[in-house]
């Protein structure tokens, strides 16, 4: 089975080497959907981490996968967050409001 992470991504790069950039990373997430109300995209973790956009892709992946008891996860097959508890980025009947303003999905 070929390598799916790129050697330059391997080294100490990588996120898992690195388990402060998971833990920033889950709590960038958090911030931005209480912040903005969905969840951020890989390119817009890239840029706040200031790290590259497939070092990003592959940090999101990893952290949702070192998150299992939090209740994070992808949306299937692809690279995209689903839900970060307690917030779900796909709107369903579980509408969070706060100070009266709704813009959060629940898990």
């Given amino acids: 089975m070929p390598d799916l992470?790129?050697?330059?991504?391997?080294q100490e790069t990588h996120p898992m080497n690195q388990p402060h950039l998971v833990q920033q990373a889950y709590q960038d997430i958090l911030k931005h959907f209480v912040a903005?109300?969905?969840?951020?995209?890989y390119t817009e973790i890239a840029q706040h981490l200031d790290?590259?956009?497939?070092e990003a892709r592959i940090l999101v992946r990893e952290t949702a996968a070192a998150s299992?008891?939090?209740?994070?996860?992808l949306s299937?097959?692809?690279?995209?967050?689903?839900?970060?508890?307690?917030?779900?980025?796909?709107?369903?009947?579980?509408?969070?409001?706060?100070?009266?303003?709704?813009?959060?999905y629940g898990q």
């Avoid at 992470?5 to 391997?10: A, E, K, L, R, S």
């Avoid at 903005?36 to 995209?41: D, L, S, T, V």
């Avoid at 299992?68 to 996860?73: D, H, K, M, T, Y």
């Fill in 68 to 73: 299992p008891i939090a209740s994070c996860w």
């Fill in 5 to 10: 992470i790129p050697p330059i991504i391997q």
């Fill in 51 to 54: 790290i590259g956009v497939e």
């Fill in 76 to 104: 299937h097959d692809t690279d995209y967050i689903e839900s970060w508890a307690p917030f779900s980025n796909i709107p369903n009947h579980i509408r969070v409001t706060i100070d009266g303003q709704q813009k959060w």
């Fill in 36 to 41: 903005h109300g969905h969840a951020p995209h």
